[in-house]
């Protein structure tokens, strides 16, 4: 691999599902501060919608503090609310034509799995990326689709359009996928639930 991968940004890293205290904040600045983040994305499924404003808000100003760019999962709403820089969209959320009035130019970003028909969809619609997988299984979500190389190839070959690598990207796999050209790594699981190393250190041995 080249050496000019070594400082690039190449993470999208993704909240964990509950965020339980301020020794969170700390580890989020502390990895924000290595400068391989390019996105940042909260993800808060069980959360009340109070209690996603108040910790949006923070993490939007540690975000700001190192310019990484701060998403939202599923709202657009609320994305609108925290004046973020956009929004992430799942299949079953709102559509991208809808989401697009909400946010206008922002970011928008959707889940296409491990389809041709949705990738090509989401180039349709002008998404800002566009996320595919997962490449390998995960203990952060379900895993309901597998993608692999050949997909990513493929949806590289039709479309400048960034691409993100979803499902289970570890120390173990991750250098695969930078090699077949992903632009970024959505990473979660391996940087806020590993046994091995503290949330730093974890992504200090991402190169």
Known sequence: MKKSRVNKKFIYLISPNRIKDNLFYYDLEQVLKTRKVNYFQLRLKKQKWEK?????????????????????????????????????????????????????????GITCHNSINLIKKAINNSVNYIAIGAFFPSKTKKIKFKANMELLNYAKSITNIPIVAIGGIKLSNYKKLLLNKANFLAISGYIWNNKKYKPLDAIKKLK
């Open 52 to 108: 996603k404003i108040f910790i949006g808000k923070k993490i939007k100003k540690i975000c700001g503090k190192y310019n990484v760019k701060f998403l939202v999962n599923d709202d657009p709403q609320l994305a609108k609310i925290l004046n973020s820089d956009g929004c992430h969209l799942g299949q079953k959320d709102m559509s991208i034509l809808k989401a697009r009035k909400i946010l206008k130019n922002k970011i928008i």
